[in-house]
């Protein structure tokens, strides 16, 4: 109770604080991409229920390539500020195992599932750990493997070890380390 009044509460006033803010990316991420600005993708989110996250597009539709602002909101992870409305929905936490695409947490199985009791997050260890995940992948021969062999595998036992010692003040400690 204490994890879902927090989420709500900060992100209800980081979203005020921010509106301007994301208004303004919104808008030059339209211009940037020539679309709508607002990425909108299906995730996995608790128990396995899919729901919609909410991004800043960074991607062109046509040329599907980053742009040099899309880089930049990506690197400064400005991108990601719209999640802050699926934490307020409750969708997601401010803390919890990064939301992925089908085909992935929703096939774990045995202990791995618990994972899925687990609220997704904005932020967590393995997303630390891998914050560079896309240029790591682009330096390896095969990269879907490499992601699926070893990142993928090495984020289910960071989340696992995550849902076992989950409280409150890891939380905080996790938010600090991401901040910092």
């Not at 597009?57 to 040329?63: A, F, R, S």
């Not at 400064?76 to 409750?90: R, V, Y």
């Not at 992948?137 to 090495?154: A, C, G, M, W």
Request: contains cysteine; hydrophobic residues 45%.
């Amino acid at each position: 109770m204490l994890k879902r009044t927090f989420d709500f509460i900060v992100s209800f006033f980081a979203l005020v604080f921010c509106f301007p803010l994301l208004v303004i990316v919104w808008l030059i991420a339209s211009i940037d991409t020539q679309s709508n600005g607002l990425f909108l993708q299906e995730r996995i989110g608790q128990y396995g229920v899919p729901f919609i996250i909410f991004k800043i597009k960074t991607v062109h539709p046509i040329t599907k390539k980053i742009s040099s602002v899309g880089a930049f909101l990506r690197k400064s992870k400005i991108d990601e500020l719209p999640q802050l409305l699926n934490i307020l929905l409750g969708q997601m936490s401010f803390v919890g195992p990064r939301p992925d695409i089908p085909g992935y947490y929703d096939l774990l199985e045995g202990e791995s599932r618990k994972i899925l009791s687990l609220k997704p997050g904005l932020t967590s260890e393995a997303s630390l750990k891998y914050a560079n995940e896309e240029s790591l992948l682009l330096k390896q021969d095969d990269p879907l493997h490499y992601n699926d062999t070893v990142i993928f595998p090495d984020k289910i036992a960071m989340n696992l070890n995550y849902y076992y010692n989950q409280n409150f003040w890891l939380d905080i400690a996790i938010l600090l380390k991401t901040i910092f």
